[in-house]
Every structure is written in C-alpha cells, then in structure tokens.
C-alpha cells in the first residue's frame, strides 16, 4: 500500500494541474508540486499537522466577492461536485497575480459514506491574457477601421460569401442595394496586372507561409478609374489549422502610391498617367504640342555625402518648392526619382517655348539654397522631348528621347539643357542597333582573339602574347575593333560574357601550342580585365575554373587590369588582386601613366609588371619629357620589384632608347601587329622562345 500511495503521489506530481485532498475533517492529507506551485507555497516538506493551517489556502479565500462557504474544496468535502469556478488569486510568487479555475469532487467510501474532497486547480493567466489581448487588439482594431477610414471585409471561406462594409462599398462607389456577397465583387474589380499577384498572397496566408496577408491592387471605381487599394487580413483557422474564415481591411492607398513622401509632388507612376493620357488625346485630336522635360540636380550625390542625408532632403523640398512656383496648374511637376525631376508642359507649341522653361528652371535653380545652415548651389542638366503636335509617339518614346537628351546635356558639363533631336536619334538609334548585334553576336561565336607578341627586349625572344578580342560581325560583313564596341559591351553587361571567352580561348589556345611543343614552350598569355569583370563578385573562382580547366599552369597567365580602375576603388581593389595572387596567376597594370596612382597603394599591391602606356612610348623618342616619364615609370617599378612591359614600340628608336632605360619587355608595331592563331603560331616558329628547360634564370 506504501508503495502504492509513492506511485500515486508521484503520478500526481507529475501533472500540469494542482490536486488537493482534504478530509472529511477539513485536513489537507494531499497537495502535488503544481498546486504548490500555482498558489505560492511549498507545503510536502511541512509536517502533517501544520498543513492543515494552510486549507484556508486552497479555498482562495483572498477573492472578495466569493463567499467562503461556496469554495470548491469546501462544497467538494461537502459531497457537491462543482464545474470550472474561475478565481483570481495574489500569490507570492506571480506579483500580478493568477486566474484560476478550480473544479471540486467529492470522495466517499465504498459504502458512499463522505471521506473528504478533492480540487483540481488550472492556472490559466496565459489563455486569459491572450484572449484579452485578441479582444482588445479586435476592438481597437475595429476602431483604428473606423478612424482610418478603412473599408471593412469579412470572408466565411467554408461558405463561400463575403461582407462588405459600408465604408468598403463607399470607397468604390458602389450603390449598397447593387452588392452582392459574392467575392467576385472583390476579385471582379482589380485590375487584370494584379489579380495573379493578389491571389497568389491570399493563397500564401491561407497556406500559413505568412504571418497576415497584405496586398496592394488597383481596384476599379464605379466612376471607371482605378484606385490603389491596399487589402489587410488575417485568417481564423478550425482545430486543424485550416482557415475557415478571413477578415480585414481596405484601404484607399492611391495618393501614397502616386505622390512622392518627401516632396508632395507627384510621383513618376502618376506623371507616366498623365503622359499617356497626353499622348492619347494627341493621337485623338490635333492639339498644340506637349514637352517633357526631365533633369537631375547635378552635385545631389555631393551634398548628401558631404552634409548628410538630412541636408539632402532639405535641399529637395527647397527645390521643388522654388520650382512649383514655375508650374503652371494644368503642368505636372513631379520628383521621379532621388535627384530626379520631371515637368511635363500640357501645351507646348514648340521648341522656343521648351527650351525657354529650361532657362527658367535653370535660373531659379542657381540662386542659393540655404539648407540646414548651410549653402548650397545647384543646377540641373536637362532633357527635353517634344510630343503630340500633329506627330504620334507613344508615351515610353517620348520618355527615352527626354532621357537621351538629358544624358547628352550631363555629358556636355554641368547646368545644360539639350532638345533631342534627329541627329541624337540617329545616334541613340545606332547604338541600339550595335546592342542587339553585340548580343547575337555572343550567340553565334563572332569572337575571334588576335595574339600581339612581346618580346624580351634584352635577348629579341619571344616571351609571350597579349590576346586582343575582335569582332568577325556577320551583320556588317566586317571585323570590329574593341574600342568601337568594348565601351558598349561595359555599360550593357555584355562584357562579362565576351571577358569569358576572351579568358577560355586564349587558355586553350597557350595549352594547344605548348601541347605542340611537347610541353617545353615557355610562353605568358596576358589578357585584359575590363572594369565590370574586375567588379564580378565571383571574378576569382571564375577564372580558378577556366585556369584549371586548361590544365595550364596559373604562371603562364598574366592579367591585366588598368590603372584607372584599380585606383578607382584602390581598397577593394587591393582585395580582388590578392585573390587573384593567391591562384598563381601573374598581375600586370595596364596603361600606366594616365590615372593617378596612389604611390601608398601601388606598393602594397601584389603585381608583377607595370605596362606603360602607349601615349608616353610613343613620343619618348620626341619628347624629352615623355622619355623622362617613361624612365621614371621604369625605375619606380624596379624599385617596387616589378617588371616593366612597353607597349606600342613602333621605331627601332624607341626599342633602343628603352633598352637603356633597363626596360624588360616590349610589345608594338615595330616587332608584330596583332595576328590571327595561326601567324602567331608561325611566329612561334620563327621566333623560338626560351623552353622551359633553357630558361635563362637571370633574365
Ligand atoms: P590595350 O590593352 O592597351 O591593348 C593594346 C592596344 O594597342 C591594342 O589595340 C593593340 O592593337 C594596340 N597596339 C599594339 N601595338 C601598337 C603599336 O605599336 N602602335 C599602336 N598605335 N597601337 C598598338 P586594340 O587591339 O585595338 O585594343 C584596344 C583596347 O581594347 C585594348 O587596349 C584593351 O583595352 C581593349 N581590349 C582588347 N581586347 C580586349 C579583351 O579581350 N578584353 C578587354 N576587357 N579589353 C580588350
Ligand atoms: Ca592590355
Ligand atoms: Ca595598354
């Protein structure tokens, strides 16, 4: 029995509710760690006699409105089964605290004669508290609707039908006695664009892959507009999690989503509308003209950096301030992007008038700002396209002709304005046709590698290539030189792709002559890094591949990367290259002499050759202050341990006078021009380079 009343008792320990026996006697004979636990006291280690003091205890006696004889434990010794009383009782151990529900049962004897009671005790603060929460959070949410202006929904999914409030069909102008419960009133009226996305969002919320739903759409108003409309929600779910209904809000968003925060003027979605809307009347009917114009503050970028993001902003509301004054009602002036502005002039007859509103944003725009205590000068460089007028252009052309114009005035100096015209058409045109060709031209394998050789200007031998891409167009029927089209290839990305093959094929095309060498030519390959391949988060495992696939040692590449762009960001720069050290290849700056080389840096990078650029070469033999730009550049490297690589050697003149200069390498028309593989592999021939078993050490 001893044992039995030890299992028992440690069965009842072992529960998440508290349990109290008392006997018919009013003694407690039996109180488990949860009910100590729930009321603050710790009674199994008290001796039998003094826990009886503590009955009045489990009687929550401290709950004023109870009456005493009516508590479970009491009714319970009294043979009255009670249900979940609730109580709130202070106790030491929570300062706030505890709901509690505590339900009694008499015990009898097997003769059914009283033996005392027993009351089980949940401590549920936690379900109490959070249906409080969800009440009050539902009736402020309710209130916050209504103050907001929100339109309410409410969706019983199992059924099928949906409510709408008032304020919900207000927002839409929908007649109250029209409404059906229908969702496809909801889904019936947003816009076809956005219809995919905002199912898609119901379907993840309802699939418990968000935490609430939220979705912004373009809903149509019954006066035949579309309104943006931001929709809220949150699902109610049954026991097994599946989500029988779902309610929330709508909230006419349209303003937030058409006007810019900072300055209140209209945004670019906004201005885009009225451009089109232009543009349609004008396809319509003949009108006068209209003009875009669109402009950068020049220096934006500046005044940020130097006095902060605050100043910044300051400086934007100021000038769209100043501005509007200019704006006539029926113009829109709109902010279309961080520095970036838009006025599009309603009725423009003609090129006279546009520009002459250039002249006046531009002399509104050089008076001083005072911003945040400081002075700030600003201009703009402005673009201007002309529409409507009897010609029909769609609204995104007209953008991209004010946006042509606008490069052109930037690129002409600061505080410009340019009209686009035919002949930046033509060029805009051109160079569009010159993207569409340089990305076929990828497809199709137009790029061939030209191979120049440098030579070891000590001993006349051949000590490596420089591969140089060229274009074999199939569209214009002629081979393309880099500088016409590399430009290009930077801005649009291509690069990458060209940079790619440039890499691959002249690997393969190094291990191929070295196979056929017997593995004994001692021959560099350097190959040209442009700017954006430089900035390639992966440029070194990239080149790691291609270096191990050709199965060449990573010595015999030499990569050169130009002055100007290690300098630019000579930091990161430092980083790229020691991780293109660290693969063995060999690291050459190209063009040296025309950027500006932070001596501090050019010490710490890990390269192995200087390559001077071709200006200075090429009048040194002229030029006595070219030739001492050209032998300063050559001691400089020695002193930094570098060798030094002379391009565009056209004279036996300027071979000579760099040979005094100690200069090792020399590259140019004098020795060979660039040539296709096979002449360069005749030029092998012709010209044995040192094999790796000859190598001459000192050199
Ligand atoms: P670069 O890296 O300075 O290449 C040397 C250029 O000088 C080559 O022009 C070459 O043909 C030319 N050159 C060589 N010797 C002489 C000479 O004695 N006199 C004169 N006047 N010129 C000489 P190319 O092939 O037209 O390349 C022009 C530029 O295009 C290159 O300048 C390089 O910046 C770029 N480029 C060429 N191939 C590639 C490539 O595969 N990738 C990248 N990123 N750029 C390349
Ligand atoms: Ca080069
Ligand atoms: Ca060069």
């Known amino acids: 029995l001893r044992d039995q009343t030890q299992v028992l008792s440690s069965i009842l320990d072992s529960l998440e509710d508290g349990v ?41 006696d401290q709950v004023t409105p109870f ?39 008499p015990l009898t004897y097997a003769d059914g004669s009283p033996r005392g009671g027993l009351v089980v005790i949940r401590d549920v603060t936690a379900q109490r508290a959070a249906e409080h929460a969800l009440r009050e959070s539902e009736e402020r949410y309710a209130l916050a609707a209504k103050g907001a202006n929100d339109g309410l929904w409410d969706w019983d999914i199992a059924r099928g039908c949906i409510f709408f409030s008032e304020r919900w069909m207000e927002m839409l102008g929908i007649d109250p006695s029209t409404i059906t419960a229908s969702p496809d009133e909801w889904f019936g009226r ?14 993840a919320h309802l699939n418990l892959q968000t935490p609430h739903f939220e979705n912004e759409s373009r809903m149509l108003h019954q006066d035949g507009t579309y309104r943006w409309v931001l929709s809220r929600g949150f699902a109610v779910r049954d026991a097994t999690g599946r989500a029988t209904r779902m309610a929330g809000s709508h909230s006419d968003v349209t303003e937030r989503k058409l006007y810019d925060a900072l300055t209140g003027l209209p945004n670019k979605a906004l201005l885009m ?13 003949t009108t006068a003209g209209f003009a875009l114009l669109l402009f950068g503050l020049d220096r934006f970028k500046m005044v940020n950096e130097s006095l902060g993001h605050g100043v910044g902003d300051q400086l934007l509301v100021a000038v769209s301030q100043r501005l509007g004054r200019l704006i006539r009602p029926a113009d829109t002036f709109a902010r279309i992007g961080a520095d970036e502005f838009a006025v599009l002039l309603e009725e423009c007859p003609g090129v006279h008038e546009a520009t002459r509103f250039a002249d006046q944003l531009q002399a509104q725009l050089v008076q001083p700002f005072h911003v945040g205590g400081e002075t700030v000068f600003s201009s703009a460089s402005i673009g201007i396209a002309l529409g409507g007028g009897g010609t029909v252009s769609r609204p995104q052309e007209i953008w991209r002709k004010a946006d042509t114009a606008k490069n052109r005035a930037k690129a002409k100096g600061r505080g410009r ?28 394998g137009e790029f061939r590698l030209h191979y120049q050789p440098i030579i070891t200007l000590a001993t006349g031998q051949l000590a490596g290539f420089e591969a140089l891409v060229r274009w074999y167009c199939t569209a214009k029927g002629n081979v393309i030189a880099p500088g016409e089209f590399i430009p290009l290839a930077e801005e649009t990305g291509l690069i990458v792709g060209i940079g790619d ?15 056929q060498h017997g593995g004994q030519l001692d021959l560099f390959m350097a190959v040209n890094l442009s700017a954006r391949q430089f900035g390639q988060p992966d440029l070194k495992s990239q ?28 930091l990161a720069a430092t980083h790229t290259l020691e991780q293109l050290k660290a693969l063995g290849l060999q690291l050459c700056i190209d063009d040296f002499g025309t950027g500006y080389s932070s001596m501090k840096y050019l010490r710490d990078l890990p390269l192995d050759s200087l390559k001077v650029d071709r200006s200075f070469v090429a009048k040194m033999t002229e030029d006595a202050a070219n030739h001492e730009i050209v032998s300063t550049i050559v001691r400089l490297a020695h002193n930094l341990g570098l060798d030094v690589i002379a391009e565009g050697v056209e004279s036996i003149g300027m ?21 296709e593989a096979e002449a360069a592999q005749r030029f092998i021939s012709s010209h044995p380079p040192t094999t790796s078993g000859s190598k001459n050490q000192s050199a």
């Open 273 to 285: 509308d009225r451009l089109e809307w232009l543009a349609a009347r004008a396809a319509r009917q």
């Open 655 to 675: 071979a000579n006078a760099l040979q005094q200069l100690g200069c090792e390498y020399v590259q140019g028309f004098h020795y060979a021009r660039p040539m």
């Open 190 to 203: 947003v816009h076809s664009d956005d219809v995919q996305k905002l199912r898609e969002d119901i379907a």
């Open 20 to 60: 109290v026996v008392a006997d018919a006697n009013e003694q407690l004979v039996l109180v488990n760690r949860a009910a100590e636990r729930i009321m603050g006291v710790a009674l199994q280690s008290l001796p039998a006699t003094e826990r009886s003091a503590h009955y009045g205890l489990f009687l929550p």
């Open 67 to 105: 009456p005493h004889d009516e508590l479970p434990l009491r009714r319970a010794v009294c043979g009255e089964s009670t249900n979940d009383v609730g109580v709130f009782i202070r106790n030491p151990t929570t300062p706030t605290g505890a709901w509690l529900t505590l339900s009694g049962r």
């Open 417 to 444: 304005h340019e009209l686009f015209d035919s002949a930046m058409h033509k060029r805009a045109y051109q160079q569009l046709q010159l993207e569409t060709d340089l990305r076929q031209a990828i497809e199709r």
């Open 543 to 570: 080149i790691e591949d291609t270096v191990i696939a050709s199965s060449l040692e990573p010595r015999s590449i030499k990569l050169e990367i130009t002055e100007s762009v290690i300098m630019e960001d000579a």
């Open 501 to 515: 093959f440039v890499l691959r094929e002249a690997c393969r095309q190094l291990a191929e002559w070295r196979g």
